[in-house]
């Protein structure tokens, strides 16, 4: 394990020392997930930008097509001339083709590179057209593939309340509430302890003791 983090290392340094004998400034590595569940994703990501030569990593959990990405423009905000921003994909940096157009005309203007995966845009000169051409190729892909993720979603949904199944959190009920806490509410209802004692006899914190109360108060 040491001798693999060693070389990662080793490569990272070796990617940056590339760059800079290029006149590279920064290299900024940008990871994003649409949710917060999608932690071990995040941090592959995080992990594989590292191994690629990102000095610095940005990551945030929005969705691709949200326009408003602190992260991302936090990196937009800071970039020079000759700075490289790397995704380990394209659909990272975005799933909108309109929002990649913007992305890439951005960076024409400050003259950075784009790097997703194995792809790189050198934006610092005037873009080929076959490669501008392959770029809106990618986001193109991105968007539909989203689409139809959404599409797939609604569908499973609508399928499953036409057959009568019940989605989102269970309702929780007085007989399916922890017996460390039902044990200890006779004592609470008297009055003989607090509610931060209640929470530390029942093991439970102070949101969760409430929400426990309401119910068995309703």
């Not at 590279?24 to 995040?42: E, F, L, P």
């Not at 501008?132 to 539909?144: D, K, V, Y």
């Not at 609508?158 to 806490?181: I, Y």
């Amino acid at each position: 394990m040491i001798k693999l983090q060693y070389r990662a290392i080793l490569n990272a340094y070796g990617t940056f020392v590339e760059y800079a004998r290029k006149g590279a400034n920064m290299i900024y590595g940008y990871a994003r997930c649409s949710t917060n569940d999608s932690k071990q994703d995040i941090d592959r990501q995080i992990s594989e930008l590292k191994a690629q030569g990102a000095i610095k990593v940005y990551y945030e959990y929005k969705s691709g097509t949200d326009p408003n990405r602190p992260q991302l423009q936090a990196i937009k905000d800071i970039t020079q001339a000759d700075d490289i921003i790397i995704a380990t994909e394209l659909s990272r940096f975005t799933r909108s083709v309109h929002q990649l157009c913007h992305l890439i005309e951005w960076a024409v203007e400050r003259r950075v590179t784009i790097k997703a995966g194995g792809f790189a845009v050198d934006c610092s000169k005037e873009l080929e057209p076959t490669i501008e051409g392959m770029i809106l190729m990618m986001g193109i892909f991105a968007q539909m593939e989203r689409k139809l993720t959404v599409q797939r979603v609604k569908s499973g949904v609508a399928h499953a309340k036409s057959k009568g199944v019940r989605l989102g959190r269970p309702t929780l009920t007085k007989s399916k509430l922890p017996q460390t806490f039902l044990d200890h509410f006779p004592t609470f209802q008297a009055g003989e302890i607090t509610k931060a004692e209640y929470a530390r006899l029942s093991g439970l914190s102070r949101p969760t003791l409430y929400r426990y109360i309401d119910i068995m108060k309703n």
